[in-house]
């Protein structure tokens, strides 16, 4: 059965381990505040390594990895707003590469990552369904409510189905859900180097060159002799985290059983500070470099806010979902002021509600915004606050977002 169909030239609507979701129990919003509108934006589940470097030993990945449960299929069709939708440079780059030992292509959502991703689906059901009774207990309402985009990468929209498979769980339709994605070139879920030369140019050297990133290059000298690594080769500490990962998610220890838990956890710090860097930028470059990698999300993560907070908004779209990745999360963690001191988990995720706060003798409402990432509380703000004023909440990323024509216009800078 074909479950996905291609919408060409639609009009416009507007740790590796699970992530834990019954960990310290929520703070509920104050019965004052109603909920009107609720963003999240998730990190896949987990997938095969992207990159396995020689020095790391062969671990097989069967295609059985590739069996996801049948509870985690549901029939959808992608649509996209252009005329056509190439193939995105990520996925040739993993059919480039070649399969890995036991039939896997790079870079592919396993049934480990399926079923993290439908958890998720049915945290966000219980909290926003049964809970708060925020939507609707129907399919067709669920259907009507819920705005769904991914970007064009096969492990982002089978994780965008599986959690829509959790949300929508127990419900039956005739109507197939919808997952909106982009073609690569228009991408801006995360920093896209292929089509933004002027951040590619602030920030490569942190590609090319990590030792020069402070505390970097002794990290990659503490693992060259556990992990055999001759000089002629560069220890790779991000696809080295990235593989530790990968094995402890599905239980294939091997590059991590030769490496203490603290010695993993430095290679974890040294490839935050990589990603750190070639993401958020250094401090001389931090604003432009952070504004074009992240910049253009935020604008739209905003505007979703803004149209319902001004009451322009005519759609019924009570929740966006936005299934993206690592590199994703990190670039928007920092622009939200989130403070994360680890690698963003498969199915990590941020949730930004925004509440109205209805004023007595005929004034107009307030509104408020309040995060959550990880299901756990996020002061916001610049006074940090767990329900913070819009104004407020809008001035702490006014650096940040951009709007898309300027955004494309500032990409193409050629020089610093």
């Known amino acids: 059965m074909n479950l996905t169909k291609i919408v060409l030239g639609a009009?416009?609507?507007?740790?590796?381990?699970v992530v834990g979701y019954q960990g310290k129990k929520l703070v509920a919003a104050q019965k004052e505040y109603e909920?009107?509108?609720?963003?999240?934006?998730?990190r896949h589940g987990a997938r095969t390594p992207l990159h396995i470097p020689s020095y790391i030993p062969t671990v097989r990945y069967d295609?059985?990895?590739?069996?996801?449960?049948?509870?985690?299929?549901?029939?959808?069709?992608?649509?996209?707003?252009?005329?056509?939708?190439?193939?995105?440079?990520?996925?040739?780059?993993?059919?480039?590469?070649?399969k890995l030992e036991g039939g896997c292509l790079p870079g592919q959502l396993t049934h480990v990552g399926a079923d993290q991703m439908y958890q998720l689906g049915l945290y966000l059901k219980k909290r926003y369904l049964e809970d708060e009774r925020f939507l609707s207990s129907s399919y067709s309402g669920l259907l009507n409510e819920i705005y769904t985009r991914s970007t064009n990468i096969?492990?982002?929209?089978?994780?965008?189905?599986?959690v829509l498979a959790g949300i929508f769980s127990g419900k039956s339709g005739s109507d197939v859900l919808q997952i909106h994605v982009t073609p690569p070139n228009e991408e801006i879920m995360y920093p896209n180097y292929y089509t933004c030369h002027y951040l590619r140019l602030?920030?490569?050297?942190?590609?090319?060159?990590?030792?020069?990133?402070?505390?970097?290059?002794?990290?990659?000298?503490?693992?060259?002799k556990p992990l055999s690594i001759s000089d002629k080769d560069t220890a790779d500490l991000v696809s080295i985290r990235d593989n530790i990962a990968v094995e402890e998610a599905h239980n294939k220890p091997s590059v991590g059983s030769k490496l203490s838990l603290k010695t993993r956890d430095i290679v974890e710090e040294g490839a935050m500070k990589i990603m750190h860097t070639a993401f958020v930028g250094e401090e001389n470059v931090r604003e432009r470099s952070l504004k074009l990698a992240i910049g253009p999300f935020v604008d739209i993560l905003m505007n979703n806010i803004e149209v319902r907070s001004e009451g322009k908004d005519s759609s019924n779209i009570k929740m966006h979902l936005y299934s993206g990745h690592d590199t994703t999360?990190?670039?928007?963690?920092?622009?939200?002021g989130i403070r994360y001191a680890h690698w963003p988990p498969y199915a990590g995720n941020v949730i930004i509600e925004l509440h109205r706060k209805n004023n007595a003798s005929g004034k107009e409402p307030s509104y408020f915004v309040r995060m959550l990432y990880n299901g756990e509380e996020q002061p916001v703000g610049r006074w940090m606050k767990y329900m913070c004023p819009l104004?407020?909440?809008?001035?702490?990323?006014?650096?940040?977002?951009?709007?898309?024509?300027?955004?494309?216009?500032?990409?193409?800078?050629?020089?610093?």
């Open 202 to 224: 602030l920030t490569r050297w942190a590609w090319s060159h990590p030792e020069k990133i402070p505390g970097v290059s002794a990290i990659q000298e503490m693992v060259r």
């Open 329 to 336: 999360l990190i670039p928007l963690l920092s622009a939200l």
């Open 63 to 98: 295609e059985s990895l590739l069996e996801h449960a049948s509870k985690t299929v549901i029939p959808y069709e992608l649509v996209t707003f252009s005329s056509s939708l190439p193939e995105s440079p990520f996925e040739e780059s993993y059919k480039h590469r070649g």
């Open 35 to 42: 909920l009107v509108h609720v963003q999240v934006i998730f």
């Open 154 to 162: 096969e492990r982002t929209i089978m994780s965008a189905r599986c």
């Open 11 to 17: 009009s416009a609507a507007v740790s590796c381990a």
């Open 391 to 416: 104004k407020e909440f809008q001035d702490s990323v006014g650096d940040i977002r951009i709007a898309y024509e300027d955004y494309s216009k500032q990409c193409m800078k050629t020089e610093d």
